[in-house]
């Protein structure tokens, strides 16, 4: 007997008023999250790749890829943000608030090059290439979140990205 291991897709729903705001695949013979959120300018894709150990967020309104390490504290794994998706696609009235607070320099970003690549796998990749990177460093919620962006899996694990303000003396 041999197993298949079908990626399985799940719809991704606003909380508040149910419209699909995007989709979710799971790969797990590559060991990859897929998502893909359509929601106007908070509209994203996010790779979570658990072989290199990375996620990588392309902000289309920032026309911009936002890439950290991934982190056990935060990030759950593979298995368990199945499990979540499962929950919230069948229980409907299921909703985790789980938000991961991360922050990036601007003026900081490069371009990815064939080292960044093999460090960050060809599904990183494909994601990135051509768009400035930033490295995010996880944070706690700032003071002011008026800068900040959403991005992650909708009402499963959302990311807060935003900038780091750097004070300056006057």
């Known amino acids: ?26 790969h797990n013979e590559e060991h990859i999250v897929d998502v893909h959120v359509r929601s106007g300018v908070y509209s994203s894709d996010t790779i979570f790749d658990y072989v290199h150990g990375y996620i990588a967020t392309r902000l289309f309104s920032r026309n911009a890829c936002f890439i950290m390490k991934i982190k056990k504290e935060f990030i759950p794994d ?9 929950e919230r696609e069948t229980m409907r009235d299921v909703y985790s608030p789980n938000n991961v607070w991360v922050q990036y ?7 990815g090059n064939y080292k960044d690549w093999i460090l960050y796998g060809k599904h ?47």
């Open 124 to 170: 990183i990749e494909n994601l990135c290439t051509g768009l400035p990177l930033y490295q995010l460093v996880a944070t706690e919620p700032p003071t002011n979140v008026d800068g900040c962006a959403s991005a992650g899996i909708p009402s499963i694990l959302g990311f807060k990205i935003c900038e780091e303000l750097i004070a300056t003396e006057s």
């Open 105 to 111: 320099q601007p003026g900081s970003s490069r371009v």
């Open 78 to 86: 593979l298995n368990e943000i199945g499990h979540l998706a499962f």
């Open 1 to 26: 007997m041999i197993l298949c291991f079908l990626p399985k897709t799940f719809v991704l729903r606003d909380p508040v008023s149910n419209y699909v705001t995007g989709t979710m695949t799971i």
